[in-house]
């Protein structure tokens, strides 16, 4: 892939992370089985943040297993100009306290629905950053099924 064609896709990618906020994140569970479930995130660069009570199944999924895919897409009404990515990734629990609490304050501050989602202990709050690996990017406006992707 040419730098040029990578700064491309960097950019369109970024541009549907800062666009969206709503992911489908997909987790494997003790016995194998992903489980996924919505979670709204921020994100910087590349790398989005969430988070969720220490104590959630997602948590326990991520402390056994890192390893994490996600899909992200535009809401439209024109499928034709559907836009959107997904990732496959590594999640890591941000333990720090100053810099999860820092993430957190920025997550509630940009998303405040997600205040609602999280336990009101500081400390039962668990907040994690995923890194990609691989990206898949979707734009239809070029065309139907167009589809890039890109290793980090």
């Not at 609490?101 to 405040?112: G, H, I, K, M, N």
Request: hydrophobic fraction near 45%; charge should be neutral.
């Amino acid at each position: 892939m040419t730098d040029v064609l990578q700064k491309d896709l960097k950019a369109l990618a970024l541009e549907i992370l800062s666009g969206e906020h709503l992911m489908a994140l997909a987790t494997v569970r003790h016995d194998g089985f992903p489980q996924t479930t919505w979670v709204n995130y921020i994100s910087d660069q590349l790398t989005l943040y969430f988070a969720c009570d220490a104590a959630s199944q997602k948590a326990g999924n991520i402390e056994l297993n890192p390893k994490v895919s996600l899909a992200i897409a535009s809401e439209t009404k024109n499928f034709n100009k559907l836009k959107g990515l997904s990732m496959s990734g590594t999640a890591r629990r941000i333990k720090d306290r100053a810099t999860a609490t820092t993430l957190a304050q920025r997550l509630f501050s940009e998303l405040p629905q997600s205040r609602r989602f999280v336990p009101q202990d500081p400390l039962s709050l668990a907040v994690f950053a995923v890194e990609p690996v691989a990206i898949s990017i979707v734009d239809y406006a070029q065309g139907f099924g167009t589809t890039h992707h890109m290793v980090v």
